[in-house]
């Protein structure tokens, strides 16, 4: 088990009712008594993990409520949100192997706005992307990509429905995010304008509102799949989960890509022969190959580009990388 081990729940506390109820009507778990050992995991939410004690079975739970104290109904609702989102994935048949959303297994409210979902045993893409990155294992990490390209290329093809891509909503995050760069002073006033003309002449491609909409994960982020065996992918954390470009997802993967290569190697040119694989992987499962990665491609570095800016506006990246990362950003959209 990953995380932190931080002690048990205390057997009067609202949230061991919670898990035993889940424990015994979800997990069919048939132990007299329960006790649960608290695992805390990093994520932007407070999420930890429960093992009951004599059982093995493991669930995790993710805190809403933390981030939204001053609205516990807010919190609710987004609780509410990821999980019918799980669900709404989970219909068209990504359960098991080798796709796999994982199960929710319950909400509460008035307990700090949890959500408990399944746990998943797996290895997470943040570590096989440090593999390469760092230890240079780079085989491992193209058959991961060639399972998450699997995985994603199936997930949006199956939920892909009749009407176009509206790219407006993209144009608008851009520019929430530049507007974020700049309130941080992480660019220029001429930075702001240099993008945003960046941004119009992506706005007149055509190409950008011709595919068809399908779910998007819409955090497709190194920490939100997990791999297990052979090309088995699961995901997890699909609170952003919405209905738009694929390219959002799968440019976001690349750009990922990129900003690790960047960080740990200082040149972002390493990423590009896991980026062409990742990109040729998700189009083969298309009738014709070729044109869905020339379709692909042409789409793609709007959104790496959209992905390196998310990350520079974060306050853990220092200032020189921030330029660095603003600087790759235009370069990418200039390119294109």
């Not at 920490?223 to 952003?240: K, M, Q």
């Amino acid at each position: 088990m990953n995380g932190k081990y931080v002690g048990y729940v205390a057997g009067e506390d609202p949230l061991h009712g919670f898990l035993s109820t889940i424990m015994r009507d979800r997990l069919e778990v048939r132990e007299p008594q329960l006790a649960f050992r608290v695992f805390r995991l990093s994520g932007s939410n407070e999420v930890y993990a429960y093992e009951e004690k004599f059982s093995g079975a493991k669930v995790i739970c993710k805190f809403y409520g933390t981030r939204f104290a001053a609205n516990l109904d807010k919190a609710a609702w987004l609780a509410r949100q990821e999980y019918e989102g799980l669900q709404t994935l989970r219909r068209y048949n990504l359960v098991g192997s080798p796709h796999h959303v994982i199960r929710p297994l319950g909400l509460s409210r008035d307990i700090n706005g949890v959500l408990a979902v399944e746990y998943y045993s797996g290895e997470e893409f943040s570590h096989a992307i440090a593999r390469a990155t760092q230890h240079g294992d780079d085989s491992h990490l193209y058959w991961r990509l060639k399972a998450l390209a699997y995985f994603l290329a199936t997930q949006h093809n199956r939920t892909a429905n009749g009407a176009t891509v509206d790219f407006d909503p993209e144009c608008r995050y851009f520019d929430t995010i530049v507007g974020r760069l700049r309130k941080a002073q992480r660019i220029r006033r001429r930075d702001v304008d240099e993008l945003c003309g960046l941004r119009d002449r992506w706005r007149a491609r055509p190409q950008m509102w011709q595919d068809r909409q399908v779910w998007l994960h819409g955090d497709a982020t190194p920490a939100n799949f997990l791999f297990g065996h052979d090309l088995d992918v699961a995901a997890i954390d699909l609170e952003r989960m919405k209905r738009g470009d694929r390219m959002f997802d799968v440019g976001r993967v690349a750009g990922e890509l990129q900003h690790a290569f960047m960080r740990d190697s200082g040149d972002w040119r390493r990423a590009e022969p896991f980026i062409g694989h990742f990109l040729w992987e998700y189009s083969c499962h298309f009738p014709d190959r070729k044109q869905a990665f020339e379709s692909i491609t042409a789409r793609a570095p709007y959104y790496m580009a959209l992905n390196l800016l998310r990350i520079a506006r974060n306050g853990y990246i220092g200032q020189d990388y921030g330029r660095r990362l603003v600087r790759q950003a235009k370069r990418i959209l200039q390119a294109a």
